[in-house]
């Protein structure tokens, strides 16, 4: 299982890298192995403002589908539209391919989230 250095990571294995003014939100390396092969991707809304913890995105798998939550506050501003017709990028390189970026106003938003040290550690327990 990778775990990346300079991403921060969130209880229910989405990770955010801060670029700026930007939020690239994906699901973990752990996430996409525990799903097995995924099949489908529903990409959000551009526009869309969510507050911490609501349902940004599903993903289905062969074994089931998951609620992926937004691990910040903000508004979409970008999806990642290969994932519409090319779902199982996920599982080739979970780090590479975001789900959205989402609009980064708030860096208290980010003391709920884990360090990649933090994120081992959690994951050794499941």
Do not use: C
Request: glycine letters at 6%; hydrophobic letters at 35%.
């Amino acid at each position: 299982m990778e775990i990346r250095e300079g991403l921060y990571y969130s209880k229910d294995h989405e990770w955010v890298r801060i670029e700026g003014d930007r939020a690239y939100i994906g699901i973990t390396d752990y996430a996409q192995d525990s799903l097995g092969s995924i099949v489908y991707v529903e990409i959000p809304k551009e526009g869309k403002a969510l507050s911490k913890g609501e349902v940004l995105s599903v993903v289905e798998s062969v074994k089931a589908a998951s609620d992926i939550f937004a691990p910040i506050s903000g508004t979409v501003v970008e999806i990642n539209q290969a994932l519409a017709d090319n779902p199982e990028l996920i599982n080739e390189s979970p780090y590479e391919n975001y789900i959205a970026i989402m609009s980064f106003e708030n860096a208290d938003d980010l003391s709920d989230l884990l360090s990649p040290t933090q994120y081992e550690e959690l994951t050794k327990g499941e």
